[in-house]
């Protein structure tokens, strides 16, 4: 097979260093293994109703389609018309659907009985509707007790996650997240502060670390966590690779949380950065991604 030709597409209104360098990191994996890279962001690629072809918008050029896409994005609408036309996106856009609503999330990996801490999804509110009826939080703290912990559906690097302790500061985050896609979640007290981070790629887990935090319930590097490199059990391993599995990812990044009977899902990243990791263990995860993509395109 001739070379193979890719693009990796991420958002144009995110160009910080911390995007950026993955960016580079990735590309540098391609060209390592000669592999055809080219860089685009979400907002000048379009794909319109009634036209053939990848259309960039500055000088509306038709681009050929590539051999595949790293899609280091959450443009959905963008990831599923690339997909239309008959690109292959790593990872999928069901599963990058899957990962950026941790209620959603939470519901898949529910329905394949993978273990995980007990959850209670939050009844939807419609954006701009008070919070009137509160009897719901009566059966959220029976099931899950207090302290308990609330996350936002969508939200990365451990922001939108919050620490409750008393029915006045469960009332107060309900109001304030009135209209906002969010979840209740039983803590795990002996993994407070800490966590493990998997990286999967395909079957198989390609490196793994620890995460601890000595001021933060959160364990993320963001939130003042340290890291240390880990070796992970088969059971561990099985695991992630299970939740990988479930949301139907190529390649992802597996929290888990240390359990009293066993290891518990706290969520996969479907993008998950690679520096932290690296950093912790030397181990490149981009070219073991970029590997897995060469091996996939070659024999499908």
């Known amino acids: 097979m001739s070379e193979l030709k890719g693009w990796i597409v991420f958002n144009g209104h995110l160009k910080t260093p911390k995007f950026l360098e993955y960016v580079d990191w990735f590309v540098e994996s391609c060209e390592k293994q000669r592999v055809s890279i080219k860089k685009m962001t979400n907002d000048e690629l379009l794909v319109m109703t009634g036209e053939k072809g990848l259309i960039v918008s500055e000088d509306q050029r038709t681009h050929s389609k590539p051999d595949f896409i790293h899609f280091a994005d959450k443009d959905l609408h963008l990831a599923r018309q690339l997909e239309k036309q008959g690109v292959r996106l790593f990872n999928r856009s069901s599963s990058i659907h899957i990962c950026d609503n941790k209620s959603i999330m939470h519901g898949i990996l529910n329905d394949r009985h993978l273990p995980m801490p007990k959850t209670i999804i939050a009844p939807m509110i419609y954006p701009g509707m008070p919070l009137k009826v509160k009897n719901y939080l009566k059966i959220v703290e029976a099931k899950l007790g207090l302290p308990l912990i609330v996350k936002e559906a969508y939200g990365s690097f451990g922001e939108q996650v919050y620490w409750v302790e008393t ?107 690679l520096r932290s990791i690296f950093d912790c263990t030397g181990i490149n995860v981009a070219d073991h991604m970029v590997d897995y993509i060469k091996h996939t395109v070659t024999t499908h």
Do not use: W
């Open 167 to 273: 029915r006045t500061e469960l009332e107060e985050v309900a109001h304030r997240l009135t209209g906002i896609d969010h979840l209740y979640q039983q803590p795990i007290f002996s993994s407070l502060g800490t966590d493990i981070r998997l990286n999967v790629i395909g079957d198989s887990v390609v490196a793994a670390m620890k995460r601890n935090s000595q001021s933060d319930f959160r364990a993320n590097v963001t939130a003042g966590g340290t890291t240390h490199p880990y070796h992970p059990t088969k059971t561990e391993c099985q695991l992630a690779i299970a939740a990988t599995k479930a949301v139907g990812a190529d390649f992802a990044g597996v929290d888990l949380l240390i359990g009293e009977d066993g290891p518990l899902i706290c969520e996969v990243n479907s993008n998950p950065h």
